[in-house]
């Protein structure tokens, strides 16, 4: 099958399956109308096993193997909200490549996007997808997310793709002044998305309300 044809979809994975989920999507509350057609138009499908395809535009976090999950569209989309909400983004650092859905999704509204994965295979997948898909200003590393990635920073933005419980003070040290930082804090049964924003005096937090995610975890696996 061609690229095209294959990012394009058929059945459950057509263009009016993902706007049945564009709709569900306005219902929960996303109103950027990019990131809408972002999610609309990115073919979620390719970055899961073939066996699960048709259930790629289901508004729910699916197995990627490893112990980690696609993330449920709605929460891409609530993350990817609140990171480009302010001044323009230049450089970003996502933590947690995954499966690169999220880093595709971002991709668009940065200028560099610098993305951590610790699971070597992940991050090859992840790479491999953005290739096919012609993205071309994502910067991949494999290593610890909790410690940044110094050479990128200081960051106007900041996603963590996985609940620490605490934030990572590395983290907070390459956020710019003005910066934003996304990511879910807390342990199981008990984790809240946050918006942190930097400021000269400090730090403001806001907090947008309970998530799951799988845990942030140190070191390279």
């Known amino acids: ?57 289901e508004d729910t976090a699916l197995p990627i193997g490893f112990g980690q ?10 993350m990817t909200e609140a990171l480009i909400d302010g001044p323009p983004l230049r450089h970003v650092l996502e933590v947690g490549t995954g499966c690169g859905y999220q880093t595709a999704v971002l991709a668009p509204f940065v200028d560099l996007l610098a993305t951590i994965e610790r699971i070597a295979p992940l991050m090859q997948r992840a790479r491999s997808r953005l290739r096919e898909l012609q993205i071309s200003n994502v910067r991949f590393r494999y290593g610890d997310g909790t410690e940044g990635w110094p050479s990128y920073a200081p960051y106007d933005g900041i996603l963590v793709a996985a ?19 996304i990511l879910p804090v807390g342990s199981d049964g008990s984790q809240q998305l946050v918006r942190f924003v930097r400021h000269e005096a400090g730090v403001e937090r806001q907090n947008l309300g309970p998530v799951a995610f799988v845990p942030l975890l140190g070191g390279i696996s």
Do not use: C, W
């Open 69 to 78: 999950t696609i993330s449920q569209p709605y929460i891409v989309a609530r």
């Open 1 to 57: 099958m061609l690229a095209n044809q294959r990012h394009a979809g058929v059945g459950m994975t057509s263009l009016r399956t993902r706007d049945r989920l564009i709709q569900r999507l306005r219902e929960q509350g996303i109103k950027n109308p990019a990131v809408l057609e972002r999610i609309r138009n990115l073919p979620r499908h390719i970055f899961m096993d073939e066996a699960l395809a048709s259930r790629a535009y």
């Open 163 to 181: 609940a620490p419980q605490l934030v990572p003070s590395a983290l907070l040290d390459q956020l710019a002044v003005g910066g934003r930082l």
